[in-house]
């Protein structure tokens, strides 16, 4: 086709536009909607500002924007093929929701027009992979979504998804963009950038002098936080306010550096049982702050919730007892209250501080000791041997943390909430795009490993140069889910067989031979000696060039 050097098409514009936005990375999962957006790009230079980068499945492409939004603050605009990409991406749309990680996600739509219209269907599938509701699979799962109706409107559709994506909580957009109309030859689309980013929610200050008095005059306070640490902002915020108030701090199933292990009120990562003495439980954007059926809490204590959404209006049931509901940036909040502390010395203050403390000592003497044995457990302790500042460490859900010493504020990512297995795969290259500079250790089950997609994961990481060094704790089989699933067997004595059916995966594959075929280095590792030297070579190798490590630990 003839394209007039006075327009361009709709595809070609909407990469422009989502460049003038500010948006840095465009992922892409193609399908045949893209020729425009494929030809677009390879007119722009590498200064143009958006870098396209390809992933070839659409489960990690949104993973990657996930990770790229923890190292930058800025969301990334993700493109698949209509809705055969929507389902592939579903699972990562809805951890990113459920961790109010803000994308533009984009997918084109089959072509409505069977004959006689330029971009016409002209494939079988152009048929079957129509849906009559396109976003309805995904749509519990964004803010918003929109099907573009009419070119002209591309400029200010593309600016309310941006500002709605920003708005707190943040969260993915949906844009469906039907064939069609991304050929459509238009004249130059009228460009009205705002880029507009919402204030921080904030609390009436009244409530906050109220619970900073509750804090004053409480003996036994703890406060509960998951996600503060995501910016450095929350990261400062939090040990400020713990350090002026006299506060204990609880981290359960952290999914950032919230605290330095260092920090005097950083009572660990275990509940051990502290709610059912506390008198002030503070909970920072938890969605859940203990589990019932584990935890009971003191019934005269008086529970405060704090966040951009403190009731979590997107999960169905959540009952936990609120006596205060502050709906407010966490961050901003404690920076707020702080100005009406007090720093309490009182004896019960400090002995409540103290048993805290002993109580996090004796939970760790309770670990394993065992210095031949070679665990989970064992592994962590040697990688907080090695951890630095250059150091970026992924968690998606089997590595136990307590031990290891964290000093720096975005050194420590763990998956949300939703736990769609695989995600730190995807997030660690988007964090290593963003920060190259940086080594990205992600570890992971073998389990969590195959829904990764790992072929994709590794060329991703080999073909962006990336210092990745993935850590399998392979056991064999379904370890998070064999754990809960023995407790509920009807006849204990089954607990003992390891080869449950569904829960097996053994004979396990050789997973240290396909760094080979990504032009990397593979290691399978079976006791501490040689695993703290393999991982001692490999971040050599990550320091000294960006040939990725895949170390098979047999545990």
């Known amino acids: 086709m003839n394209i007039s050097m006075s327009k361009k098409r709709v595809g070609e514009q909407l990469v422009d536009i989502l460049n003038k936005l500010g948006i840095e990375f465009f992922f892409g999962t193609p399908g045949t909607e893209f020729a425009p957006i494929i030809e677009r790009f390879d007119e722009l230079d590498s200064s ?20 790229t939004y923890l190292a930058n603050s800025k969301p990334a605009a993700v493109m698949v093929h209509n809705t055969i990409g929507t389902l592939n991406a579903a699972a990562a749309i809805m951890n990113a929701h459920r961790m109010c990680i803000p994308l533009i996600f984009i ?23 129509e849906s009559f509701d396109q976003a309805s699979s995904i749509r519990e799962y964004v803010k918003w979504d929109y099907e573009l109706r009419d070119a002209s409107m591309l400029s200010d559709v593309l600016n309310r998804a941006y500002a709605i994506a920003m708005e707190e909580p943040r969260g993915p957009v949906y844009l469906v963009l039907p064939r069609e109309i991304m050929l459509e030859e238009v004249d130059s689309l009228p460009v009205n950038i705002s880029n507009v980013v919402p204030t921080r929610l904030a609390s009436e200050k009244k409530k906050l002098i109220e619970i900073a008095n509750l804090i004053n005059n409480s003996k036994r306070p703890v406060i509960l936080s998951k996600t503060i640490g995501e910016t450095l902002d929350g990261y400062s915020a939090f040990a400020n306010f713990c350090k002026t108030g006299n506060i204990p701090a609880i981290m359960p199933d952290a999914n950032y550096m919230n605290m330095s292990t260092e920090h005097p009120m950083h009572m660990g990562h275990n509940l051990n049982d502290c709610l059912a003495e506390s008198d002030l439980i503070i909970n920072l954007d938890m969605d859940v702050p203990w589990i019932p059926k584990n935890s009971s809490i003191n019934k005269d204590a008086i529970v405060v919730h704090i966040g951009v959404d403190p009731l979590f209006k997107s999960i169905p049931i959540r009952s936990f007892p609120a006596h205060h509901l502050i709906r407010s940036n966490p961050a901003l909040a404690l920076e707020q209250i702080i100005e009406y502390l007090i720093e309490s010395r009182s004896t019960e203050r400090l002995l409540w501080i103290q048993k805290l403390k002993n109580l996090k000592s004796k939970k760790l003497d309770e670990k394993d000791n065992d210095s031949h044995k070679f665990s989970k457990e064992k592994i962590a302790s040697i990688i907080g041997k090695y951890l630095t500042e250059e150091m970026i460490l992924l968690n998606e859900l089997s590595l136990p943390i307590e031990e290891i010493p964290f000093k720096y504020s975005g050194t420590y990512f763990r998956t949300g909430s939703a736990s769609g297995l695989g995600w730190a795969m995807g997030a660690g290259l988007g964090l290593g795009l963003v920060k190259k500079d940086k080594i990205i250790i992600n570890v992971i089950g073998d389990g969590a490993y195959y829904f990764g997609n790992p072929l994709a994961y590794h060329w991703c ?10 850590i399998i704790l392979n056991n064999g089989g379904m370890h998070s889910i064999a754990k809960n699933v023995k407790d509920l067997l009807q006849k204990p004595e089954r607990a003992n067989n390891t080869k449950l059916p569904f829960l097996n995966l053994t004979p396990s594959l050789k997973f240290e031979e396909i760094a080979k075929t990504f032009n990397g280095v593979g290691n399978l590792v079976s006791t501490c000696e040689d695993f703290e030297t393999e991982f001692e070579q490999a971040i050599k190798l990550a320091r000294h060039g960006s040939k990725q490590t895949i170390m098979n630990c047999i545990i």
């Open 48 to 67: 143009s500002g958006i870098l396209p980068v390809t992933v070839p499945h659409e489960y990690l492409a949104v993973n990657m924007a996930y990770g």
């Open 461 to 470: 990481a080999n073909a962006l140069e990336l210092k990745m060094i993935t």
């Open 107 to 129: 997918a084109g739509r089959t072509a409505t027009t069977e004959n006689d219209r330029f971009g016409c269907r002209d494939l079988f599938i152009h048929w079957a992979q």
